[in-house]
């Protein structure tokens, strides 16, 4: 929180309760009441807790003795000091590091059931809207997997008791359970979310407001004398080595003052394909997972503002990113059949050119795959119906305008703290929480917030010595 509440006493009665900035410790409001929550969600009674212990020293000497059958003294020793280190501290303070490991014997669960959640407090008819459905539903299902990997290895290892398994993610079956009812909301729906819709239950969204349509979709070959047809709605168009292509085809956006998107598949191809770009005068940078998280801001900012007109990326160019000056994705490999280049990989990049009403698709392969078929036919049922929408309602389609906030300087940005009332002591700790909130919203892709946040940041450090 960035606020704090003082609590001033005389002798042993509250005099004053107030509300200060945390940082500069300004009186913001007085109050004659407030609620303070336990700074820890693990907190109960001292008979629970006294009755946890009995269950936690019961199986710590079942699990020492199994441990040490197998051979395992080691990490039986190492068992029982962390245990009984664990238990004098909850018998003396109520609480331990690590106390959630032993979540199961403060609810009185058994092993194996699944863990309290939040899902357990909503009515019986709640609803629940799942955004990029094709993502969050696999990732609900990885969860439990992932945890397990992890906790067993540090059970096996003796620092913790199996009943740490029991602090856990919902099995996505469990997760089934506490739902009812359901939207799922993505651009490629999943087999789970067709299984489970019957055909009048789907709902498409694929007129925009702006009439814009899909992108169109060109299909040229990597190397011309392996693949000697290309493909654009059924009519040919020239083959030609695919760097040429492209570079020729950055010209002509360019000087549209458009920007342009190409998708590689390795992080090397990336920088490579960066670099030759630049040697022969296009202004082009590489974006992928190495590159730290101010640096991607910077990078698609400058996109945007015109500084450079290409950037080629590996998977940091499908979902989320919101750029209506790209008109072209180039995607190279198209034909190498994977997770970045199947139907609904290649259905979510060719979807980053639909903010420009001359968005197009440049696919470079030497044959055609399935992905890529299914990935086409998609866009031309669509584009199709976006097209008869617009000739029945006359409508023009038209590029998305979205304004461009500054991150290049920092007397534009927001300031959420004043600088000067900053203590000094106090800085690196509001450098150090702001930083966090940035890499969580550059990982949600969201650069717009993220580039505000590193404003803020550059402000601070810039202005407050020390």
Same mark, same amino acid.
């Given at each position: 929180?960035?606020?704090?509440?003082?609590?001033?006493?005389?002798?042993?009665?509250?005099?004053?309760?107030?509300?200060?900035?945390?940082?500069?410790?300004?009186?913001?409001?007085?109050?004659?009441?407030?609620?303070?929550?336990?700074?820890?969600?693990?907190?109960?009674?001292?008979?629970?807790?006294?009755?946890?212990?009995?269950?936690?020293?019961?199986?710590?000497?079942?699990?020492?003795?199994?441990?040490?059958?197998?051979?395992?003294?080691?990490?039986?020793?190492?068992?029982?000091?962390?245990?009984? *280190?664990?238990?004098?501290?909850?018998?003396?303070?109520?609480?331990?590091?690590?106390?959630?490991?032993?979540?199961?014997?403060?609810?009185? %669960?058994?092993?194996?059931?699944?863990?309290?959640?939040?899902?357990?407090?909503?009515?019986?008819?709640?609803?629940?809207?799942?955004?990029? &459905?094709?993502?969050?539903?696999?990732?609900?299902?990885?969860? *439990?997997?992932?945890? /397990?990997?992890?906790?067993?290895?540090?059970?096996?290892?003796?620092?913790?008791?199996?009943?740490?398994?029991?602090?856990?993610?919902?099995?996505?079956?469990?997760?089934?359970?506490?739902?009812?009812?359901?939207?799922?909301?993505?651009?490629?729906?999943?087999?789970?979310?067709?299984?489970?819709?019957?055909?009048?239950?789907?709902?498409?969204?694929?007129?925009?407001?702006?009439? /814009?349509?899909?992108?169109?979709?060109?299909?040229?070959?990597?190397?011309?004398?392996?693949?000697?047809?290309?493909?654009?709605?059924?009519?040919?168009?020239?083959?030609?080595?695919?760097?040429?292509?492209?570079?020729?085809?950055?010209?002509?956006?360019?000087?549209?003052?458009?920007?342009?998107?190409?998708?590689?598949?390795?992080?090397?191809?990336?920088?490579?394909?960066?670099?030759?770009?630049?040697?022969?005068?296009?202004?082009?940078?590489?974006?992928?997972?190495?590159?730290?998280?101010?640096?991607?801001?910077?990078?698609?900012?400058?996109?945007?503002?015109?500084?450079?007109?290409?950037?080629?990326?590996?998977?940091?160019?499908?979902?989320?990113?919101?750029?209506?000056?790209?008109?072209?994705?180039?995607?190279?490999?198209?034909?190498?059949?994977?997770? /970045?280049? &199947?139907?609904?990989?290649?259905?979510?990049?060719?979807? %980053?050119?639909?903010?420009?009403?001359?968005?197009?698709?440049?696919?470079?392969?030497?044959?055609?795959?399935?992905?890529?078929?299914?990935?086409?036919?998609?866009?031309?049922? %669509?584009?199709?119906?976006?097209?008869?929408?617009?000739?029945?309602?006359?409508?023009?389609?038209?590029?998305?305008?979205?304004?461009?906030?500054?991150? &290049?300087?920092?007397?534009?940005?927001?300031?959420?703290?004043?600088?000067?009332?900053?203590?000094?002591?106090?800085?690196?700790?509001?450098?150090?929480?702001? #930083?966090?909130?940035?890499?969580?919203?550059?990982?949600?892709? #969201?650069?717009?917030?993220?580039?505000?946040?590193?404003?803020?940041?550059?402000?601070?450090?810039?202005?407050?010595?020390?």
């Amino acid at each position: 929180s960035d606020t704090v509440f003082r609590i001033e006493f005389f002798g042993d009665e509250v005099e004053a309760v107030s509300e200060v900035d945390s940082f500069t410790g300004e009186l913001i409001n007085s109050l004659t009441e407030v609620t303070v929550f336990p700074a820890k969600h693990e907190v109960t009674s001292r008979e629970k807790i006294e009755r946890a212990s009995e269950g936690i020293r019961t199986d710590l000497k079942e699990r020492v003795a199994e441990l040490e059958k197998q051979g395992k003294i080691v990490e039986a020793q190492r068992l029982q000091t962390r245990t009984e *280190y664990d238990l004098e501290m909850l018998l003396e303070t109520g609480y331990c590091t690590g106390i959630e490991n032993y979540t199961r014997y403060f609810s009185s %669960r058994k092993p194996g059931e699944p863990p309290a959640t939040l899902l357990e407090y909503f009515p019986d008819d709640f609803l629940v809207l799942i955004d990029e &459905s094709h993502i969050s539903l696999p990732q609900v299902g990885a969860m *439990y997997e992932g945890n /397990l990997s992890r906790k067993m290895s540090l059970v096996n290892h003796g620092f913790r008791l199996p009943s740490a398994l029991d602090n856990r993610p919902l099995r996505f079956h469990e997760f089934e359970g506490f739902i009812k009812q359901a939207v799922f909301i993505s651009a490629t729906p999943g087999k789970y979310e067709k299984l489970h819709c019957a055909e009048s239950d789907m709902a498409e969204q694929i007129i925009r407001p702006t009439g /814009l349509l899909d992108p169109e979709v060109f299909i040229y070959p990597s190397r011309p004398e392996f693949f000697q047809e290309s493909f654009h709605s059924g009519s040919r168009s020239d083959a030609t080595n695919q760097i040429d292509k492209l570079t020729s085809e950055i010209a002509m956006r360019t000087a549209r003052n458009e920007r342009v998107l190409i998708t590689t598949a390795t992080k090397k191809s990336a920088e490579d394909l960066s670099k030759y770009f630049q040697e022969t005068g296009i202004n082009s940078k590489y974006l992928h997972s190495d590159i730290e998280t101010m640096e991607r801001i910077e990078i698609l900012r400058e996109l945007r503002e015109g500084v450079i007109d290409v950037i080629v990326g590996i998977n940091l160019l499908r979902e989320g990113l919101d750029l209506p000056e790209v008109s072209l994705i180039g995607i190279i490999d198209a034909d190498k059949e994977g997770f /970045l280049r &199947s139907r609904d990989a290649l259905i979510q990049t060719m979807g %980053r050119a639909a903010r420009n009403v001359n968005g197009t698709i440049f696919l470079f392969a030497d044959r055609m795959t399935d992905s890529m078929t299914a990935a086409i036919q998609e866009t031309l049922r %669509r584009r199709k119906i976006q097209i008869d929408y617009n000739e029945k309602h006359g409508m023009t389609p038209q590029s998305i305008s979205k304004g461009i906030t500054s991150i &290049s300087s920092a007397d534009a940005a927001a300031k959420k703290y004043d600088a000067k009332k900053v203590k000094s002591s106090e800085v690196p700790r509001l450098i150090e929480e702001l #930083e966090m909130q940035m890499d969580i919203a550059t990982q949600n892709l #969201e650069f717009e917030k993220a580039a505000e946040i590193r404003d803020e940041i550059f402000l601070l450090k810039k202005s407050v010595p020390g």
